[in-house]
């Protein structure tokens, strides 16, 4: 499973995720965004969230491969 | 000499120097990613991405004070946020964060459409036009005048000011100062009539009723913060809209393909502001003794970072100077990162997509008219218009 995980101290709001997995991440009222536990883990890495990761200006999205740790 | 200390030593990254500024990047970033200049008073500039990036993550060594405009902004007032550095700058940022959240900027949407589509009509009835005065520049004026709460009977007044302050500065500083003279007087008046008006529902109204620490903000920060607004909101989506329809009036090929494909637009925008960035460069000053790429920067020296280079960095981007609509892997610095991340760009990024989707809907083919017009600034954008 992936577990998928905004880092907070990272996140400046520029919303590129929104853009591109918007069933993933979710926004607080400042415009930081983070992942909902129940959106958090995926058997299978959509194309969304790769690009939502490859676009994210402050690297702030992290996926982390349980079956590898 | 070392060569990055006599290869960008007049370089600059205002008015003419924007002519040729990629052919500058690329010559620079191939020799060295670290330059100094002898323009503005003398600052170290950094065309590397990575370097740019760090730089940003960096606060605490690479600081805003005293400006983050260099030559400043027409004023030495410090402008709330974007002048300040921690731990005071999120105090001051979180009172605006809330008004430009992807959910804030969703509710702007239907109004922002119908300015677009009303503007682009009034240019489609036209063979030749100035798009820039008719169509770049008022969109996002009208836009985030309302949102704001500058009165609309003082738009006119608008243009002059930003073109003194922002593009005037570095040819005429004498006359980017009077207007910003003028622009804070134009607030001051603003600021002590709203004062006793009831909640209007837009900016300024939020900025009377906002509180840090417990505290009103002082009458000196709501006109910087005023100033700052005025400045940051008009020009920057005047000038990404102008450049998007710059590059498509010489590209038909790209633009019969965003007609077809609307849906690509949001794509193509993001490779638009990688490519023709409004904000080319930032500065800071160094805090203390760094090293950035092998160069020692010293405390006190002005640092600038070049967005503008960084976003054509051919370590992070394959073929970095061909505008690709569909480019995928598009994590670019057009409004900088790190805490002092452009608060806008929310706003910034659905205008310029609905900007291009309303112009392209209602204009038909267009061509560049004057050949020579610039790919930068907002001067006039003479397109001619096709049936």
């Keep these: 499973m992936y577990q998928i995980t905004v880092d907070p101290a990272r996140c400046q709001g520029h919303a590129r995720c929104l853009t591109f997995a918007p069933d993933v991440f979710e926004f607080d009222d400042e415009g930081y965004s983070f992942v909902p536990d129940e959106n958090s883990r995926y058997a299978q890495l959509t194309e969304g969230v790769r690009l939502a990761v490859a676009n994210c200006p402050e690297r702030a999205i992290l996926v982390k491969d349980d079956q590898r740790t | 000499m070392a060569d990055n200390l006599t290869a960008g030593r007049d370089f600059d990254f205002h008015g003419h120097a924007l002519d040729n500024i990629f052919d500058t ?21 950094l065309v590397k991405s990575e370097d740019i990036f760090a730089a940003e993550q960096s606060p605490d060594t690479f600081s805003v004070t005293p ?34 959240t992807p959910q804030a900027v969703a509710k702007l949407d239907e109004g922002m459409h119908r300015t677009a589509r009303e503007l682009a009509t009034e240019v489609a009835a036209h063979d030749v036009v100035d798009v820039s005065a008719r169509f770049a520049r008022p969109m996002p004026t009208i836009i985030f005048s309302r949102l704001a709460g500058f009165p609309e009977a003082d738009w006119p007044k608008f243009d002059r000011w930003v073109d003194d302050i922002i593009y005037e500065r570095t040819i005429d500083p004498e006359r980017a100062w009077k207007a910003g003279q003028e622009v804070m007087d134009y607030f ?6 709203r004062a006793e008006q009831q909640d209007a529902g837009d900016i300024i109204s939020r900025l009377l009723s906002a509180e840090i620490n417990g505290r009103k903000l002082t009458h000196d920060e709501l006109l910087s913060y005023c100033y700052l607004l005025f400045v940051a909101g008009l ?10 329809l710059w590059y498509l ?32 460069a930032m500065a800071r000053t160094c805090k203390k003794d760094t090293e950035v790429s092998g160069q020692r920067i010293r405390a006190g020296d002005r640092v600038v970072l070049v967005f503008g280079a960084g976003n054509r960095d051919p370590d992070v981007y394959e073929h970095p100077d061909e505008i690709v609509v569909d480019r995928e892997n598009n994590r670019h610095l057009a409004f900088g990162g790190g805490i002092h991340r452009c608060l806008g760009s929310n706003l910034g ?13 209602a204009v038909g083919n267009f061509s560049l008219d004057n050949l020579s ?8 954008l003479t397109l001619r218009i096709g049936r």
């Design chain 2, 188 to 193: 001051d008046a603003l600021l002590k009539a």
């Design chain 2, 67 to 100: 400006s983050m405009l260099l030559p400043p902004f027409g004023t030495d007032v410090p402008l709330i946020p974007i002048d300040i550095d921690p731990p005071e700058h999120a105090h001051y940022r979180r009172v605006l964060l809330p008004l430009f």
């Design chain 2, 25 to 45: 990047y690329k010559e620079l970033r191939n020799r060295c990613p670290v330059s100094r200049s002898e323009e503005h008073g003398g600052f170290w500039f």
């Design chain 2, 235 to 244: 020009d920057t989506t005047a000038w990404a809209i102008r450049s998007s």
């Design chain 2, 373 to 380: 017009e610039q790919w930068h600034g907002v001067g006039p």
């Design chain 2, 349 to 361: 990024r659905r205008e310029l997509v609905i900007a291009l989707e309303e112009f392209l809907r």
């Design chain 2, 249 to 280: 009036a010489q590209n038909p090929d790209a633009q019969a393909r965003l007609r077809e494909d609307p849906d690509l637009i949001p794509t193509a925008a993001e490779e638009f502001l990688r490519t023709l960035s409004p904000v080319q």
